[in-house]
């Protein structure tokens, strides 16, 4: 944020601000289901201090259900394909959703089995994807989770974009703390940082993208007019990311992130693409509670010198908005009032 942006600072009560959010939603064509969902997911991420996915989002979301790229009203089929496993058709609406659809019924499959897989097609996701992960450590269990997106990430050694920014997202218990949680694109910067970057004139460290030539470039405004990103740390960056392809799309049948086309929806955002969460019971495991095991490892990296965490910056957001309230600048809350 700009200074002027923190001089105009204001406090929302997280419950006020998602309700704003559905009443959004629900305007813009969502059924009162879906925009609870959403609604929830995207106060969730302003409520962190993730900004790139929190009120950031909701012009791309009204944008996009306004061209008809993406159905508001969807209702998921969820079909149970094995004993562990759980196909979800979003029928093109969200993924959130589709995953809310499904939830209970993910659990119950990784309690009765030690592990379990939900895979989401036909689908939008366009939101921070740690909280898909979270609630399952919350309660006991270990979840990762991939999606795909657009194409605009060049994989290493290639010339033009493949890949979408691909994010991974991993939460596991912890005794006496809160859960481990991370949430990473496996491009050098998510896609929504750049956005917010160009806004604010910012520029971008070396190594995040390519121009319109394939030049690298520093200019967040070159990458978003006809350039792209480039993979984090190379070629390991981008083997991640063909593995979220794998896994996001191939596995669970949804798009690549290059199959699909909004040219004929002007204003569409969300990508239309896969998911794939793994969801494990640590229970099931031999000798001592997982949570205490990972206990441990957060006692001994500390001990090395660590002094944050992945994800707890988030966590530091959210004990402060829950005393004073979710943070928005002026600005952010009179476009969403207009909304």
Known sequence: MSSSDTASITRMPFDDLQRLLQAIFQRHGCSPEVASVLAHNCASAQRDGAHSHGVFRMPGYVSTLASGWVDGQAQPQVSEVAAGFISVDARGGFA????????????DKARAAGIAVLAIHNSHHFAA???????FAEAGLIALSVVNSMTCVVPHGAHKPLFGTNPIAFAAPCHGAAPIVFDMATSAMAHGDVQIAARAGEQLPPGTGVDAAGQPTCDPRAVLDGGALLPFGGHKGSALSMMVELLAAGLTGGHFSWEFDWSRHPGAKTPWTGQLLIVIDPSKASGEGFALRSQRLVEQMHAAGLTR?????????RAIAQRQGV???QAELTQLRAL
């Open 96 to 107: 959130q959703p589709a995953l809310a659809a499904a939830r209970e019924r993910l659990e």
């Open 129 to 135: 994807l740690w909280p898909d992960v979270e609630p």
């Open 327 to 329: 943070a928005l600048t």
């Open 309 to 317: 965490l992945p994800g707890q910056r988030r966590f530091q957001e």
